[in-house]
């Protein structure tokens, strides 16, 4: 029986509604490819930063993060500091090199720095990783409302693809912007209403929390650098910091938000602003798993007595049985919503990849009137929704939602961070050198995870660090591009003229 009443029902289907609603209203604003995929480049530093970790955290974060905790205590909670490393990078050294000709791709500089081939591959690589998040991010509010209302996990995987590609096909990236902002500000205030309850109703109160803290699980990371140990310092930290590198610095779903300001100063501070947030926002997704670790310890645990089948299940469950009625209702929306948000990002993005990096640039016709772009985008992203439902179906048979998302990043995103530092900071790299390294990095990627028992915080290191190593190495041997041809395009060449 659903543990909905009809006024969760009520709140759950207003807020959806009202997501979609907010999305709509943007479709009349669309009317050139800037518009659709960049919002007209008006958007400020605080909505950027906003949106970049709407679209990077929301479900998926919001189920997995507490799962991860609850099970395994607070030893992954730590990579937050992770993201002290790759914010500046991310800001200082990489961001002006979009900005430099204006992008709407990451993968445009690749073909400037490298070749059309590079630009290619990554971009290809790129949709092959985003579909796979994807199907992760989409089953990640089915399976919170399969929990918590009885609805059918098939029935809830369509209507999130169905609603989300709705609303992004027709309001293009401000209507993804605009709702991400939204549904960023529920579920954060949701998220301390958990908290606030559940410490509410533990004996021992806060001083219990703190405790088990201490004592659940794996409290802190271990002092190793042995990359098949699960949680280390040095995979949390620096393994975490290429990780979030991927996403922050060559993810087209990032990239895309940050080119949607006016300007690099304004990106810039978008960025910052970002880790500045971050901090109480992952505080509370990683708090809450300690938060229910504590009240379960002193109430049935519902993966003990088999209520639920996953951990990632454990917050829908508390939203559900331990909230007041009407809140439990907003909260499963929220996880929904957010989710969505995460989808809607990733489908605008494919779609411009698509038609910027493949469509556009590999053919010889004039490109068509800007109505007619608009409607192939759209298409183009109805397309990748009907893939995203696909996908994520079978999501839930590979592991828990936080190993699912850091490999799926890991494997395909770790040649595709090599090729940008590369392009950054090895200048004697050229366009053959760093093709045959990305594959081999790839394939190395792949090899490690399939035959060595890895912590996946290091998958990512040796997909990069393998293609990194690889093109300095095939530098020797392979033809590169004279000095003069690099102005702008490396660091030591960032300031000079074309």
Same mark, same amino acid.
């Given at each position: ?15 959806? *509604? ?17 518009? #659709? ?51 500046? *990078?991310?800001? !200082? ?32 690589? #790129? ?27 098939? +029935? ?22 605009? %709702? $991400?902002?939204?549904? #960023? ?43 098949? &140990? ?54 509370? +997704? ?14 049935? $645990? ?5 209520? !639920? ?26 996880? +929904? ?55 994520? +179906?079978? &999501? ?5 939602? *936080? ?8 494997? &395909? ?22 093709? !045959? ?29 393998? %293609? ?21 395009? %490396? ?8």
């Amino acid at each position: 029986m659903s543990p909905f009443t009809w006024m969760d029902y009520l709140f759950f289907g207003g807020y959806l *509604v009202a997501s979609v609603l907010v999305g709509l209203l943007f479709v009349k604003e669309q009317r050139t490819m800037k518009d #659709f995929f960049l919002a007209g480049r008006s958007m400020g530093s605080v909505v950027v930063a906003i949106s970049v970790m709407a679209a990077m955290f929301s479900g998926i974060s919001y189920l997995g993060g507490p799962a991860e905790v609850y099970q395994n205590g607070l030893a992954f909670g730590w990579v937050l500091f992770s993201f002290f490393i790759a914010t500046p *990078v991310t800001t !200082i050294f990489i961001l002006p090199f979009f900005y430099r000709a204006r992008f709407i791709t990451a993968y445009q500089y690749l073909e400037e720095r490298f070749s059309l081939p590079a630009r290619l591959l990554a971009s290809g690589l #790129f949709i092959l990783r985003v579909l796979l998040w994807l199907g992760a991010a989409t089953y990640a509010p089915a399976l919170a409302l399969q929990q918590a209302t009885g609805l059918s996990l098939e +029935f809830s995987i369509l209507a999130t693809g169905i609603l989300t590609t709705l609303y992004t096909m027709m309001g293009g990236m401000k209507a993804v912007i605009w %709702t $991400d902002v939204m549904q #960023f500000g529920v579920l954060f205030g949701g998220q301390i209403v958990i908290l606030l309850v559940a410490v509410g109703k533990i004996p021992g109160g806060f001083g219990e929390v703190i405790h088990v803290a201490q004592t659940h699980g794996q409290p802190m990371p271990v002092a190793s650098w042995d990359p098949t &140990v699960r949680l280390t310092w040095a995979g949390v930290i620096l393994g975490g910091a290429v990780l979030n590198l991927v996403q922050m610095a060559t993810d087209q779903v990032a990239v895309q938000r940050y080119m949607t300001a006016k300007d690099v100063k304004t990106a810039q501070r978008g960025l910052w602003y970002k880790l500045i947030v971050l901090v109480p926002v992952l505080g509370l +997704f990683y708090g809450t798993g300690t938060v229910l670790r504590a009240f379960y310890n002193h109430h049935p $645990d519902p993966l003990a007595t088999h209520a !639920i089948d996953k951990a990632d299940q454990i917050l829908p469950w508390f939203v559900v049985h331990e909230l007041p009625t009407g809140m439990a209702g907003v909260l499963v929306a929220a996880i +929904f919503a957010a989710s969505m948000s995460t989808i809607s990002a990733g489908l605008n993005s494919l779609a411009s990849a698509t038609m910027i990096d493949f469509q556009q640039r590999l053919t010889d016709k004039p490109l068509p009137t800007d109505e007619r772009q608009i409607w192939q985008a759209r298409l183009w992203t109805l397309l990748y929704g009907v893939l995203v439902i696909s996908l994520a +179906f079978v &999501v839930g048979t590979l592991g828990t939602l *936080v190993e699912v998302t850091n490999k799926i990043i890991g494997l &395909v995103g770790g040649p595709i961070l090599g090729m940008f530092l590369c392009g950054i900071f090895i200048r004697r790299v050229g366009a053959q050198a760093i093709l !045959i390294a990305t594959v081999l990095g790839f394939a190395a990627s792949v090899v490690v995870n399939l035959q060595m028992n890895l912590s996946f915080l290091w998958i990512t290191s040796v997909g990069t660090g393998v %293609t990194m190593c690889l093109a300095f190495l095939l530098s020797f041997f392979t033809p590169r591009r004279p000095v003069t041809e690099l102005k702008g395009l %490396t660091w030591q060449q960032r300031n000079d003229e074309d």
